[in-house]
């Protein structure tokens, strides 16, 4: 299992994580066993934002015998009522339903405590200014119950304002092709619907800066909703009218800026090696660019480059991929951030090497001008 370092938090986390909501739908000691296999394996992240007792008390079965080897985010504002799920900023509320968490997961800490669920303005203006709700998020963080503070969100204009508020460390939020067409929603139904506009192709420009702003201040994302609830492997009900696979959801992803794991969520031990096999498939198997770039309907087209990798191979070894990545963070800035120049002086190959041989870009499915770019990042870079 690789891993990857997530954001300022400098966390170590799993490229493939577990995301725990179908826990409560098995026998009890099912899906403990469920979670220890994947733990075995080398899943080391897992999100709880469920509030049911069977939910939390599995995970808390699960976990007890290496509770340092998990990193567990669990969410501020999940609270069970009545026997239902509520959604809450009442921190009495919210501090009945962490205190439970902690006893539950038999545990004094959470990794990454979640400002939970934000996709309205209007809640991110409550959570993000001081008052009772934040105020209890800074006291658990300040006696180390939680040790980071996180935001979990499928919005991508609250990603970005909370990435460059200076509040959160980390962002749990919905990465995937068809959520990525739309633009920004607070409304979590949208995403699922049946019929997408026709105009939508690529990802949203809302988006793209997201995540680009996501790398640039060093927030790391961790990812919900990879295969967008099941409709990904179904051509019927897919946007695109073609089906993926696992592995190349999880490979569109993981190539997003600052995405650091994939949080898969699992019924069954096969669901659990079918996610894995991302860690040992051929670049045939992950390639979501060229489905996606001949897809019937919606197809990802327009110069964007996704960092997909089709580029390769450079005859000079360019990481062209990275050099892209690169150069779309610096042109953000007015001037470009020493710390990025000097990740970029320390590839191997810069792109003033670049023959322009035009290879790369035969092979790129979104029709990037890749030549024209390595001669702009040269320039900008000043090799």
């Not at 079965?61 to 509520?86: C, N, P």
């Not at 409550?126 to 006696?143: C, F, M, N, Q, T």
């Not at 026709?198 to 990879?226: A, F, H």
């Amino acid at each position: 299992m690789n891993t990857r370092r997530l954001g300022k938090t400098n966390l170590q986390v799993s490229e493939i994580g577990f995301g725990g909501e179908w826990l409560e739908r098995h026998e009890e000691s099912e899906s403990v066993a469920l979670l220890k296999y994947a733990h075995r394996q080398g899943i080391n992240i897992l999100d709880c934002w469920m509030p049911d007792p069977k939910s939390r008390d599995i995970i808390g079965k699960a976990i007890a015998e290496d509770r340092a080897g998990w990193i567990v985010q669990g969410h501020i504002g999940s609270t069970y009522q009545g026997g239902q799920y509520t959604r809450t900023r009442d921190v009495e509320q919210c501090r009945i339903a962490f205190e439970d968490l902690l006893r539950r997961l038999k545990t004094d800490y959470i990794d990454l405590g979640m400002i939970h669920y934000v996709d309205l303005e209007s809640d991110w203006e409550i959570v993000s200014h001081p008052g009772p709700y934040l105020d209890y998020v800074r006291e658990l963080k300040a006696k180390g119950i939680i040790r980071h503070i996180g935001l979990s969100t499928h919005n991508p204009t609250i990603a970005r304002k909370a990435a460059e508020s200076g509040l959160v460390e980390m962002i749990l939020f919905s990465v995937n092709p068809a959520f990525d067409l739309m633009p920004p929603t607070d409304n979590l139904d949208n995403y699922f619907s049946d019929q997408y506009a026709e105009d939508l192709n690529g990802v949203d420009p809302v988006r793209v800066e997201m995540y680009k702003v996501c790398q640039q201040r060093d927030i790391g994302i961790t990812c919900m909703k990879p295969f967008a609830g099941g409709r990904l492997f179904d051509a019927a009900r897919s946007p695109f009218g073609v089906a993926l696979t696992p592995v190349q959801c999880i490979h569109y992803a993981l190539n997003k800026p600052a995405v650091a794991s994939v949080l898969c969520g699992y019924d069954t031990p096969d669901q659990v090696d079918a996610a894995l096999a991302y860690e040992t498939a051929p670049d045939s198997e992950k390639d979501y660019a060229s489905v996606l770039a001949n897809a019937p309907k919606h197809t990802f087209a327009g110069g964007e480059c996704t960092y997909c990798g089709h580029c390769k191979p450079c005859p000079v070894n360019i990481d062209i991929a990275m050099v892209n990545k690169l150069y779309d963070l610096a042109v953000m800035q007015p001037k470009v951030p020493e710390s990025l120049k000097q990740h970029y002086l320390s590839l191997e190959h810069h792109a003033g090497e670049c023959v322009h041989c035009h290879g790369c870009e035969s092979r790129c499915p979104f029709s990037v001008k890749v030549a024209d770019r390595m001669t702009g990042t040269a320039k900008l870079f000043g090799q």
